[in-house]
C-alpha cells in the first residue's frame, strides 16, 4: 500500500483553488486541467508515491516551477485531483426505487476506486468541497431524498454506503497488487504456505475459524473476499433500511 497523502496546510487557499481556479494558458499551453489531467494519470498509472510536481512537469514537457503559479505543492494538487475524479463518478442521477438507487451510488462509487486505485489511499481528514465532490454529494443525497429518512439520517446512510465501498476497494486493491506481485493465486500461495503453517499451529485448536476459512476457501478460491463481504454488507444494511423506512421510524 502507497503512503497516504498528506492534507493540505491551508484550506482558505484550497478553497480558491478549487472554486476560483487560474484560468491562466501559458506559453506553452499549460493550465490548470491540463496540470491535474497529467497528474491523474500518473496516479492512475503508478500510484501516489510517484506523483510528484516534478514528474507531473516531466509528463507535460515542462520545468517544476512552471506549475508553481497554478499549484502551490502536491497536496493541494492530491485535493484538485479528487475532485476532478469525483464530478467522474455520476453520469446521471440514479434511477428507480429507492434501493436500486441507492446500489447505484455504491457500484458507481466502486467503479470509481477500481478505475483510480489511489484515491483509498488518500487520509481521511477534513476535506474541502470543491464543485466535483459537492456535485457528487448533491446526486447521492437526491437519491435518498423522499424517502422517508431525515436529512441527518440521509447523511449517515450515505457515509456508511461509502464506508462499506472504499474499505473493500483498499482490501480488494491491496490483495491484487500482491497477486500481480507474487504471480500466485491465492490457492497456490496457501499450497505453498499451509505446510509450514500447519506445522507451527500443531497442537492448537481453532475449530471455528479453519471451517469458515475452509468454506470460504471452497466457494471463492480465495483466502480473503473484501468484494463479497461489502456486497453482503450492503444487501444487510439495505435489508435494515427498509424496515426503518417501512416502519416509519
Known amino acids: 500500500m502507497a503512503k497516504r497523502a498528506e492534507r493540505p496546510g491551508d484550506p482558505v487557499k484550497l478553497v480558491g483553488l478549487l472554486w476560483k481556479p487560474t484560468e491562466?494558458?501559458?506559453r506553452s499551453g499549460l493550465t490548470l486541467r491540463r496540470i491535474t489531467d497529467a497528474a491523474v494519470a500518473l496516479a492512475d498509472r503508478e500510484g501516489l508515491d510517484a506523483l510528484t510536481l516534478r514528474r507531473v512537469a516531466g509528463d507535460l514537457g515542462v520545468s517544476a516551477m512552471a506549475l508553481y503559479p497554478y499549484i502551490a505543492g502536491r497536496s493541494e494538487l492530491i485535493e484538485v485531483m479528487l475532485d476532478a475524479v469525483a464530478a467522474e463518478v455520476h453520469s446521471s442521477p440514479p434511477a428507480g426505487p429507492w434501493r436500486a438507487r441507492a446500489e447505484r451510488i455504491a457500484q458507481a462509487n466502486w467503479d470509481h476506486h477500481m478505475a483510480h486505485p489511489w484515491t483509498v489511499e488518500v487520509a481521511p481528514g477534513r476535506p474541502v468541497p470543491g464543485p466535483g465532490v459537492s456535485g457528487k454529494y448533491e446526486v447521492e443525497l437526491a437519491a435518498l431524498d423522499?424517502?422517508?429518512l431525515s436529512?441527518?439520517?440521509m447523511d449517515r446512510v450515505l457515509t456508511a454506503i461509502l464506508g462499506l465501498v472504499s474499505s473493500a476497494a483498499r482490501g480488494t486493491l491491496s490483495l491484487r497488487r500482491i497477486r500481480e506481485e507474487s504471480s500466485l493465486t491465492d490457492l497456490q500461495w496457501w499450497e505453498t504456505v499451509g505446510p509450514s503453517l500447519g506445522a507451527a499451529m500443531a497442537g492448537t485448536s481453532y475449530p471455528v475459524a479453519q471451517r469458515v476459512s475452509t468454506?470460504?476457501?471452497?466457494a471463492t478460491g480465495l483466502a480473503t473476499d473484501p468484494e463479497g463481504a461489502f456486497r453482503f454488507g450492503l444487501e444487510m444494511l439495505l435489508d435494515g433500511l427498509s424496515r426503518r423506512i417501512d416502519s416509519g421510524a
Open 24 to 26: 491562466m494558458v501559458s
Open 146 to 148: 423522499g424517502v422517508g
Open 151 to 153: 436529512d441527518l439520517d
Open 215 to 218: 468454506s470460504l476457501g471452497e
